[in-house]
């Protein structure tokens, strides 16, 4: 997963993710990754429109947002 993450983050491409929280709810979120330190990175998160702070351990999933999608957000 860390490296699908760094990839996604020198390309400088929006993602989409599903997450579990610290207490077990699973969301689907649009980031931004901004840097990745350690086990966890920062991001832009378009769900909550503010910079956070993700484990890398509690991510599921994550897919590239492709350029037209984009573009119709």
Same mark, same amino acid.
């Given at each position: 997963?860390?490296?699908?993450?760094?990839?996604?983050?020198?390309?400088?491409?929006?993602?989409?993710?599903?997450?579990?929280?610290?207490?077990?709810?699973?969301?689907?979120? &649009?980031?931004?990754? $901004?840097?990745? /330190?350690?086990?966890?990175?920062?991001?832009?998160?378009?769900? *909550?429109?503010?910079? &956070?702070?993700?484990? $890398?351990?509690? /991510?599921?999933?994550?897919?590239?947002?492709?350029?037209?999608? *984009?573009?119709?957000?």
């Amino acid at each position: 997963m860390r490296e699908q993450l760094i990839k996604a983050m020198q390309r400088n491409q929006f993602v989409n993710m599903m997450y579990v929280s610290k207490n077990g709810a699973v969301t689907k979120r &649009r980031i931004k990754i $901004i840097k990745i /330190v350690g086990d966890s990175f920062q991001a832009f998160c378009f769900t *909550r429109h503010a910079k &956070r702070t993700f484990l $890398i351990s509690n /991510v599921l999933a994550v897919i590239p947002v492709i350029r037209k999608e *984009r573009e119709v957000v």
